[in-house]
């Protein structure tokens, strides 16, 4: 076990990382940011973002080391890295730099690589699963039944391959369970992936204006398993009398089609597609917005999520997967079913129209839900780990007990 004094070389193997937008992308990130702020050195493996050969940036966070990688066919942004080209590149990216734990973030292409080169040199890994195989489904033009058979197949390939790892990690207790039922692990323990709760809250003395009508956000990928069309609907269901908007951050394969829709119904002047904002601007977002929704349905944790709860916004979500452990019914918002937009729209109603005192009472109670999530704990946790822990109590970071 390495000591506590001792700084660490640490290797982050992400096959997804900014300019990418996801959860797991800005996961990655923070947690490069913050263990470089701890005094380690940190190294990022990860995908080309573009056509050329491999290459090396060195950004404030990290040394990112960016393999060759070819365009996915079905997806807007995600790159493909070929495992004869990538498995040597990554053995010789360890023989270089000689990290002292590899923390890897997925099994597929580099998290596959770094998996199997570790353990040819017998270095400790870390793994942290933030995927489900079933969040495939949008992107592979095959038919269910042999959908199904590639789910087998990555559950079991998850199984050989995370099961190498000295820990193996996923965001929550759901998540945890749903990976030792599918894919046999004994073990697996639920470490959020933090967020930075005071960022998002308002300052003292702060002047960020209202919208002028009662307004929902959305923040996210214009994906298909995010359901933005079905939130667009809600808000179209809801009584024009309210005059509810939606204000939409986010960019993806959906652009076009979501547009048509608003165009449809003719919501264009309370539905708005802003694309991606700066990071001072979505959180200046989370403040202004009355109410925040995630209506997707293959969250294993939702960061956007818990980036609103701790702005003090009250919540509607989808009840499904991870979501449900964000919501205190009534009290920090509401869940709708998924897929129902008059369920959704009647759960938007009833927050906008609550008086602004109770609306504040669930805007401080998500806030209280979010501060479970602190990133100061799990970022002590997972350097815990690296130094060799078999296994952590989160309990011990600080003085909350973690929940989900």
């Not at 491999?54 to 996915?72: L, N």
């Not at 802003?274 to 995630?294: N, T």
């Not at 209506?295 to 509607?316: D, K, R």
Request: hydrophobic share 40%.
């Amino acid at each position: 076990m390495v000591t506590s004094e001792q700084k660490l070389r640490i290797l982050i193997a992400a096959d997804t990382y900014p300019p990418d937008v996801n959860g797991a992308a800005v996961f990655c990130q923070r947690l490069a940011r913050h263990m470089t702020a701890r005094g380690h050195e940190v190294h990022v493996a990860a995908a080309r973002n573009e056509p050329g050969p491999d290459t090396v940036q060195h950004t404030d966070e990290a040394t990112v080391h960016r393999f060759r990688s070819f365009k996915a066919p079905t997806h807007e942004y995600y790159r493909l890295c070929l495992p004869w080209l990538v498995e040597p590149a990554m053995g010789g990216l360890m023989d270089e730099i000689k990290p002292d734990v590899v923390h890897v973030q997925c099994h597929y292409m580099i998290g596959k690589a770094a998996i199997l080169m570790a353990e040819e040199r017998r270095l400790r890994t870390v793994a942290t699963n933030h995927f489900m195989p079933e969040n495939l489904d949008p992107f592979l033009p095959f038919p269910q039944w042999f959908k199904n058979i590639v789910h087998r197949n990555s559950w079991r390939d998850m199984s050989r391959l995370m099961g190498k790892a000295s820990v193996v990690t996923t965001p929550t207790p759901l998540a945890a369970r749903t990976m030792e039922e599918k894919a046999g692990f004994e073990h697996v323990l639920p470490l959020s992936n933090g967020i930075d709760v005071e960022y998002y809250q308002p300052r003292p003395k702060e002047q960020i204006e209202r919208h002028e009508r009662p307004t929902v956000l959305f923040v996210g990928r214009l994906a298909v398993e995010k359901h933005v069309d079905l939130l667009i609907d809600a808000v179209a269901q809801t009584d024009p009398a309210l005059d509810i908007g939606l204000e939409i951050l986010g960019d993806g394969e959906q652009r076009d089609r979501l547009n048509q829709q608003i165009e449809d119904l003719g919501l264009q002047d309370r539905v708005h597609l802003r694309g991606y904002v700066d990071e001072d601007e979505l959180r200046r977002a989370y403040i202004r917005a009355d109410v925040f929704c995630q209506p997707g349905t293959a969250e294993l944790q939702s960061l956007v999520s818990l980036e609103a709860m701790s702005a003090q916004t009250p919540v509607v979500l989808a009840d499904a997967l991870a979501l449900p452990h964000l919501v205190d019914q009534g009290r920090n918002g509401y869940l709708f079913a998924p897929g129902d937009a008059a369920d959704l729209a009647q759960k938007l109603t009833q927050v906008v129209t609550q008086s602004e005192e109770d609306r504040m009472a669930m805007g401080l109670h998500s806030l209280k839900k979010a501060t479970r999530h602190s990133i100061f704990r799990t970022m002590s946790a997972f350097e815990d780990l690296y130094r060799g822990a078999g296994w952590v109590h989160t309990r011990q970071y600080d003085e909350e007990t973690f929940e989900s």
